[in-house]
């Protein structure tokens, strides 16, 4: 995990309203990266920082300047206002003059995510394929991503995925491990000890997906996970 800041300006030359947008963009930049919560082993995110144009004449804030996301200030997935590799952010500064001017951000957010090392046929299991983790720039993967293994349990190829390939939802089915009115086995934990149970699916259901099976024994109906195939955990 890491964070790198590069600011294409010359603070000691610069006119002070000048300055007190890089400060704004630097402030506003510090807050979004500790909102992104960067925690994956590698992660990490460098940005920087545009110098106004030069040919602007503002007079000095009084106050340091508000910086706010222009996209979307209240947007609740913070990762997706720099998707793209940039960040657009609206300056902005009440006295003793309005003035308001947009600064952009450029931004490489690089993350580990799975590729294919080979050509991986359509309709194969994608999990079973031979895969490698590279480190990426996801500002820039609009399809999405997928950063482990684990999270490629149960799907397959719905088109030949090329070598090199950056695996994506939009290239993959989420194979179906349970359909409506299967006997499924009913798995339950409690106390460290594991129950069995018989039961019957009442909706299809793909691995990690929530759906409701019916206890054969007891006739009552529970919400469970799909964990495999024909297998459905619940809590106790």
């Known amino acids: 995990m890491g964070v790198t800041l590069n600011v294409s300006a010359n603070t000691s030359v610069e006119p002070v309203w000048q300055q007190q947008v890089v400060a704004a963009t630097e402030s506003f930049m510090r807050a979004y990266v500790r909102g992104l919560k960067l925690d994956a ?14 040919r602007l004449n503002y007079p000095a804030c009084r106050q340091m300047p508000e910086a706010l996301a222009s996209e979307s200030a209240s947007r609740s997935d913070s990762k997706a206002l ?54 990426t720039d996801i500002s820039k993967l609009q399809r999405g991503y ?25 290239m993959m089915l989420k194979e179906k491990a349970v359909g409506r009115g299967d006997r499924v086995v009913i798995v339950a934990s409690t106390g460290g000890i594991n129950i069995r149970m018989q039961g019957e699916a009442l909706s299809d259901g793909t691995i990690g997906q929530q759906i409701s099976v019916r206890n054969l024994s007891s006739e009552r109906v529970v919400r469970g996970r799909v964990v495999g195939r024909g297998e459905v955990e619940v809590m106790l």
């Open 82 to 135: 720099h998707s793209g590799g940039r960040l657009v952010l609206k300056i902005s500064c009440e006295s003793p003059e309005s003035w308001t001017i947009y600064t952009q951000v450029r931004i490489v957010h690089t993350i580990s995510v799975m590729q294919a090392r080979h050509a991986i046929p359509r309709g194969s299991s994608v999990a079973d394929a031979e895969l490698i983790a590279v480190d």
């Open 41 to 54: 082993e590698g992660e990490r995110l460098e940005y920087e920082i545009n110098s106004p144009d030069a």
């Open 146 to 170: 997928f950063r482990d293994l684990e999270s490629l349990k149960g799907w397959r190829s719905k088109r030949t995925i090329r070598a090199g390939e950056t695996l994506s939802p939009g």
